[in-house]
């Protein structure tokens, strides 16, 4: 598999690469040069989710990767379901938060992490990332376990929900977490800093597991067809997908998705009050305003980084940017959103009620909309039993660990102190 770095498309690199350095130079996005196109939809949507995904990617990862490795990096990685549920008529929910995590990012984040295992070579490898709650467990869980691997989790003490921190602070092994006694800001600049000392970069492996990285992208394609094997053939024929959406990587992965041969009509790109696209693609102009805090934060986002590659996709496709239908909501109209869906009988969280309401109001007749819901009602337990004037009990998988003790080391913002921390 090669891949081109869209700011610099003379850098070129292998999957190995991609995967290990994450951005090109000057932060620049890598990108497949060459997308096939995939000439037997119907036979691949009749085979199971890890036998379809391993021919999905072994078709685009090529013979980089030999095809047993590949096949047990998919079955390492997809160990959960992605079931469609019936909202109304017409109108499907692709559930991806059944992972260890509870949101669609632990597709993305696992096969990250076998892939990272497979193409590391020999050295030791630190994964170094700081959190603010969510990608913080979808690492750690990712990585927990892997041989050779160690991961260090920053996150500011105090500041994220204590059920977030029992998620992946009580995990021990191969993951460390660290409490820092300061703001999350803080937290970021202590990673920063450890990036740039290169003596340290070298002697322990740095590597950030990147939300940019490649193989995250490709492991989201998956979920697409999973998607369309559950709707019957009528349902596939006019098929519009509205993706929530923030750094837009989801949407990315749908796209590619398509450009491979699988049959959707048209995405629609659902957002908060963070608006920038839907914007761009009324009036044409790009010009983000400061992000603001919404109830499905975390969509929080007003320069999504992976537009560039969305772009990349229209133009190589001979797109028209026009054929993206795009939404915003209000937290107002989220919240109702959220009560229709909860009174048609189907509980969401502010995400899916998002790409929800926004499908309803785009989807045209003749068309079958199918949403995507990105992360578990409870995880936003506080905002859906006040919206909703329910209870939400705990699913197991976050009970489990809300019954284990915390194993955090505590530090000040402390470079020094930090370093000698990783170099232990
Ligand atoms: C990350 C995330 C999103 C946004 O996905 P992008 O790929 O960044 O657009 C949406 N919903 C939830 C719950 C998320 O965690």
Not at 56 to 79: H, Q, R, S, W, Y
Not at 163 to 184: H, P, S
Not at 224 to 245: G, H, K, W
Not at 367 to 380: D, M, R, V
């Amino acid at each position: 598999m090669n891949l081109y770095n869209i700011k610099h498309p003379e850098e070129q690199v292998n999957f190995a690469q991609a995967v290990r350095q994450g951005l090109g130079k000057d932060q620049g996005l890598f990108f497949p040069q060459i997308i096939p196109t995939l000439e037997n939809i119907d036979e691949l949507l009749a085979l199971p989710l890890v036998e379809r995904s391993q021919k999905i990617l072994g078709a685009i990862i090529g013979d980089e990767i030999p095809t047993d490795k590949l096949n047990a990096m998919v079955k390492n990685a997809f160990t959960f379901p992605a079931p469609v549920e019936k909202v109304e008529e017409g109108v499907y929910a692709l559930e991806l938060f059944h992972g260890p995590t509870l949101a669609f990012k632990d597709f993305g984040g696992r096969f990250m992490a076998q892939a990272l295992a497979a193409v590391r070579g020999d050295g030791k490898i630190t994964i170094l990332t700081a959190t603010s709650g969510d990608t913080g467990a979808a690492v750690a869980h990712a990585f927990y376990g892997l041989e050779n691997i160690d991961v260090v989790i920053l996150y500011p003490k105090g500041k994220i929900s204590p059920l977030q921190e029992k998620l992946f602070c009580t995990l021990g092994g191969n993951i460390r977490t660290v409490a820092i006694n300061a703001d999350f800001d803080a937290c970021q600049a202590l990673v920063k800093q450890a990036f740039d000392d290169a003596e340290l970069r070298q002697a322990i492996g740095l590597n950030s597991a990147n939300s940019i990285n490649i193989s995250r992208l490709l492991a989201q394609i998956c979920y697409y067809f999973e998607a369309a094997a559950q709707l019957s053939p009528a349902e596939r024929q006019n098929l519009v997908v509205s993706v929530p959406s923030g750094n837009f990587g989801n949407l990315t992965a749908g796209l590619i998705a398509k450009t491979l041969g699988l049959p959707i009509k048209r995405f629609i790109a659902s957002t908060n009050a963070n608006d920038t696209v839907p914007r761009y693609l009324k009036s044409g102009e790009w010009s983000p305003n400061a992000t603001v805090a919404t109830l499905s934060n975390a969509m929080d986002v007003s320069r999504p980084n992976n537009w560039p590659r969305v772009e990349a996709l229209f133009k190589r496709n001979g797109w028209a940017l026009s054929e993206l239908g795009a939404g915003a909501l209000t937290d107002v109209e989220t919240e109702d959103a959220l009560k229709v869906q909860y009174a048609k009988g189907y509980l969401c969280e502010p995400h899916g009620a998002i790409a929800y309401q926004v499908l309803k109001d785009q989807l045209q007749a003749g068309e079958t909309g199918l949403f995507l819901c990105t992360a578990h009602p409870a995880k936003f337990k506080e905002s859906v039993e006040r919206i909703l004037n329910i209870e939400l009990p705990l699913p197991e998988a976050l009970d489990k660990h809300n019954k284990l003790p915390l194993l955090s080391d505590e530090m000040d913002a402390d470079f020094a102190q930090l370093r000698a921390y990783l170099l232990k």
